[in-house]
C-alpha cells in the first residue's frame, strides 16, 4: 500500500490527516486539493486508502479524521 508501510504511517498519509486535523467541520476533495501540495491524483488515493484502512468517514460534506485517525496522528 501507499500510505502505509510496516503499519508506519508515509508523510503523505500524515500530511492529509493533519491539515483535516486544522478543520472543524471536515474537509471536501477540492479543498484539500487546495490546501496541500501534492498533486491531485496523489491526493484522491491517498483519502480513499484512508478511507479504506478506517481513519477517516467520508461523509455528505467531505472527510472527516475517525477516532482511529486521531489516535494514529497524535502517535505519530
Request: charged share 25%.
Amino acid at each position: 500500500m501507499a500510505c502505509t508501510k510496516d503499519g508506519t504511517p508515509s508523510p503523505y498519509m500524515l500530511e492529509l490527516l493533519r491539515t483535516l486535523s486544522t478543520s472543524a467541520n471536515g474537509l471536501t476533495e477540492e479543498e484539500m486539493i487546495r490546501r496541500v501540495s501534492l498533486p491531485a491524483y496523489r491526493i484522491r488515493s491517498v483519502l480513499r486508502e484512508l478511507v479504506q484502512q478506517g481513519y477517516l468517514h467520508k461523509g455528505d460534506e467531505g472527510y472527516h479524521m475517525t477516532e482511529t485517525g486521531k489516535e494514529m496522528l497524535h502517535s505519530s
